[in-house]
Nanobody, 119 residues
Framework: QVQLVESGGGLVQAGGSLRLSCAAS????????MGWYRQAPGKQRDMVAV???????NYADSVKDRFTISRDNAKNTVNLQMNSLKPEDTAVYYC?????????????WGQGTQVTVSS
């Protein structure tokens, strides 16, 4: 089946940078939206950044001008470049993709990768 594999999480000091990557594989016909969501302990899972097939993007207000989302449609990958990281960015980050694997569209999620930003 379809699988999303995330990489790039880790521990970084405030002001540093991390780059998250996610690769989709399996029975894929096409992918529309891809993106990143995050969830801190005791908090709801919130959208961080989303990019559609045509390249249009949406960002959470808290990450505008610091994070950049990009994708490679030929490779079915999506990346999140995170700069000027703050302690409040600490969370588990989940990759998301809206995938057409048969004759219908379905949302898939990665397992999540921990991002920890120290002060």
């Amino acid at each position: 089946q379809v699988q999303l594999v995330e990489s790039g999480g880790g521990l970084v000091q405030a002001g540093g940078s991390l780059r998250l990557s996610c690769a989709a594989s399996g029975s894929i016909v096409s992918i529309d939206a891809m993106g990143w969501y995050r969830q801190a302990p005791g908090k709801q899972r919130d959208m961080v950044a989303v990019i559609r097939y045509g390249g249009t993007t949406n960002y959470a207000d808290s990450v505008k001008d610091r994070f950049t989302i990009s994708r490679d449609n030929a490779k079915n990958t999506v990346n999140l470049q995170m700069n000027s990281l703050k302690p409040e960015d600490t969370a588990v980050y989940y990759c998301y993709a809206n995938v057409r694997s048969t004759s219908f569209w379905r949302a898939f999620w990665g397992q999540g990768t921990q991002v920890t930003v120290s002060s």
